[in-house]
Structures are given as structure tokens and as C-alpha cells.
């Protein structure tokens, strides 16, 4: 049997890597942004109290929506990068599927416009994919945080505090009276910004190392 000739390794393709790490970058501010503009816009919307999923129905849908479609993008770069500039170690290769899958649930969550709001026709499996999403943002950082550690010890100090707040604070946003969960809900998608761009800019710093 003939033996298969491979083609020679592109040095990680810096350029990707780079332009990899800014959409991620570029997708949180799209989302902070329909969000900001959807807040706005909704007539009566109260920041406190109304979740980000109550402006993701209704007239104005599409405006929450795209912000979602977009940190959905995002996160898949983030698995794409990683998968590029893969740094070792089982809990970096989970990494790179639990953010696919993130970027996966976050999409199903703007597309299908159940959000938990008592819907009872088809299947309703919005509350499933919030735990799913729970779950995989509480591992996913924990678990990349020792491989990250190669590009600065920084990087493994502030995954794992990502992953240590959102393990301790996630959970309580069920327990949270509808007065103020809106809010809280709005903390809790910062934390999961601030976890895609860590990871980005750990991507921005090795492609502009590797040129």
C-alpha cells in the first residue's frame, strides 16, 4: 500500500488565527449592541426586570435576535481557533466542542422564540438548552485554563475565575424573583463575553506572534 503524501503545514495560518479572534471580539459587541438598541427601542421594556429573552419576542424580535446569530458565530470561532491552534491536552480538545455546541444552543435558543415563556405547542426545549449552556460555560473555560497557561500564566487565572463565578452565580439566577432577573441575566451574558475574549485575544496574541 502506498504510503500518503501530506501536504506542508501552513505554520498555522497566523492570518486566520487573527481574523478568527476579531469576529469573536466583533460578535459579543454585536450582542451587547442588540441588546443596548433592543432595550431602547422596545416600548415599556424595564432593564431590571425583563430578561434579554422577553426582547427576543414580539414586534422587535429581529433585533435580539441578530445579536444572538452573532455571539453564536462568535463562539463557533472560538472553537474553530482553538481547534487551529490546538495547545494540548484533553480538557482544550472538550473545550473546542463545548463552545461549538454553545455556538450551536445559542442559535436554536434566537431561532426557535420559545424562551421559557410557557409555550406548549411541539416540543418546548428551551429550558433544556439553558442548562446545556449553563453547564458547558461553568467546564468549558475551566478545562482550556492549564493549556492556556502556555501563552501566559494570566490567561489560566482568569478562565478559572470565569469558570468559578459562573459555576457559583448561574444557578441562582432560577431562584431570583422576576423583579431583577432581568438584570442578572444581563451580568451573567457579560461574564460569558468576558470568557470569548480572553480566549480571543490569547488567539490575537499567537497569530501575531507566528507573523
Known sequence: MSQISLPPALHNAPTLIILLACYAVLGCILLAASVVAAGVIVPGHDWVADTISDLGAGRYEFIADSGLYAFSAALVAIAVAAAHVHLGGRGWSFGIVAFALMGL?????????????????????????????GVLMAVAPWVMAGAAGQMGQGYTRMLRAIAVLWTLTAPVFFFLPTGIDGLYERGLGLLAIVAVCTLAHLFLRYGRALR
Open 105 to 133: 444552543i445559542v442559535f436554536l435558543v434566537g431561532a426557535r422564540n420559545e424562551y421559557g415563556d410557557s409555550d406548549n405547542e411541539g416540543v418546548v426545549i428551551h429550558i433544556y438548552l439553558v442548562y446545556a449552556l
